[in-house]
């Protein structure tokens, strides 16, 4: 962002020159100060220098600052963490003219190394990746490189029939989830579906005709396994 810089001096009388350029400020070359200094970064290398001027009196010393721009950091969007749907990772920088490259193999990008992110095709994100990302544009620092982490974890199955009934009969019981494309593995003996012997691949509807408690969870290649949900059904008055 823009730097502002204020100039005093304890005597108001005196003339305050300087110059941007590198060259030294005289009583006929550069600038008079009258208002703060704004430095924007359209040129990112600065070198101020600052002169005070008074008749009769010996000038003073010339004062210097050096300003250089640094890149801000990469945003995510979104931002690592844990998602049960896929993810689209979009990178943006606010400073125009700038590039982002990126890396999702958890070396380090660099301006030129890794993937440039044009702005038009969002990242996709795996899980278990990591993507870093810095951004560079001529003449300014570049930014730090920015980390963010993603897992993407199935939500568990979802019971259609209703548990909260008591139920005469046979009945079946339906059990969905979202991805469609994910697998379902039950019990009905109460054991866990995850590690049982007695675990079966949910292929459609449940046929119980007795209490029964069914424990379920959805799996799916790429992706972490759901947590386990479960229900009872329960039979008679």
């Not at 005196?14 to 070359?29: A, K, L, N």
């Not at 704004?38 to 210097?64: A, Q, R, W």
């Amino acid at each position: 962002e823009p730097k502002t810089i204020e100039i005093t001096h304890q005597d108001p009388n005196v003339e305050i020159r300087y110059t941007t350029d590198g060259s030294d400020p005289t009583t006929s070359s550069g600038l008079f100060y009258g208002v703060p200094i704004v430095i924007t970064g359209l040129d990112p290398n600065v070198t101020l220098k600052v002169k005070c001027f008074k008749t009769g009196y010996t000038s003073s010393d010339i004062v210097s600052g050096s300003y250089t721009f640094k890149l801000p950091n990469v945003s995510f969007n979104p931002v690592g963490g844990e998602y049960n749907s896929a993810i689209e990772l979009y990178l943006s920088q606010p400073v125009t003219g700038s590039t982002i490259w990126y890396t999702t193999d958890g070396s380090d990008p660099d301006v030129g190394v890794g993937t440039q992110f044009t702005g038009t095709t969002p990242v996709t994100v795996a899980n278990g990746m990591t993507v870093k990302a810095i951004s560079g544009r001529d003449k300014w620092l570049k930014s730090d490189v920015v980390s963010h982490s993603y897992t993407l974890k199935l939500n568990k199955p979802i019971f259609i029939t209703d548990a909260t009934k008591n139920y005469t009969g046979e009945i079946k019981v339906q059990i969905e989830i979202i991805p469609r494309s994910a697998s379902i593995k039950y019990t009905v003996d109460g054991s866990d579906p995850k590690s049982s012997a007695t675990s079966l691949l949910y292929t459609g509807p449940i046929p119980i005709s007795s209490e029964t408690k069914i424990r379920c969870y959805g799996y799916k290649s790429g992706w972490n396994d759901s947590d386990i949900n479960e229900k009872t059904y329960k039979f008679g008055n």
